[in-house]
C-alpha cells in the first residue's frame, strides 16, 4: 500500500484538514471518496502512506468530530479501513 485518504462528514473540515497539510508542505490532494469506502460527504484527502503519523497528529490538532476514518489504497486499487 502506497497511498491512503481520509474521508470526512464534512466538506469543510475536509478542505480545512487540506489546507493545515499542506502548510507542512505534505503532498496531499483533495478527491472524491471511493464509494467503496461507504460513507462521508463525497471529500477525503489522499496522501502517501509515509505521512501516515503527520496526517494523524494534523488531525488531532484540528479537533474535529468529523472524520470517518483512514483507508488505505491497495495495488489493485482496493479499499481497506486502516
Known amino acids: 500500500m502506497r497511498?491512503?485518504?481520509?474521508?470526512?462528514?464534512?466538506?469543510?473540515?475536509?478542505?480545512?484538514?487540506?489546507e493545515e497539510v499542506i502548510t507542512?508542505?505534505?503532498?496531499a490532494r483533495v478527491v472524491n471518496t471511493p464509494s467503496s469506502a461507504g460513507a462521508g460527504c463525497g471529500l477525503?484527502?489522499?496522501?502517501?502512506m509515509k505521512n501516515l503519523g503527520q496526517?494523524?497528529?494534523?488531525?488531532?490538532?484540528?479537533r474535529t468530530d468529523s472524520v470517518i476514518g483512514f483507508f488505505g489504497i491497495?495495488?489493485?486499487g482496493a479499499?481497506?479501513?486502516?
Request: proline residues 2%; without cysteine; hydrophobic residues 50%.
Open 55 to 62: 496526517a494523524r497528529a494534523v488531525l488531532e490538532r484540528m
Open 3 to 18: 497511498e491512503f485518504f481520509v474521508a470526512f462528514r464534512s466538506r469543510s473540515d475536509a478542505v480545512r484538514f487540506y
Open 74 to 76: 491497495g495495488a489493485n
Open 24 to 27: 507542512y508542505r505534505l503532498p
Open 44 to 48: 477525503s484527502v489522499k496522501m502517501l
Open 79 to 82: 479499499v481497506r479501513r486502516l
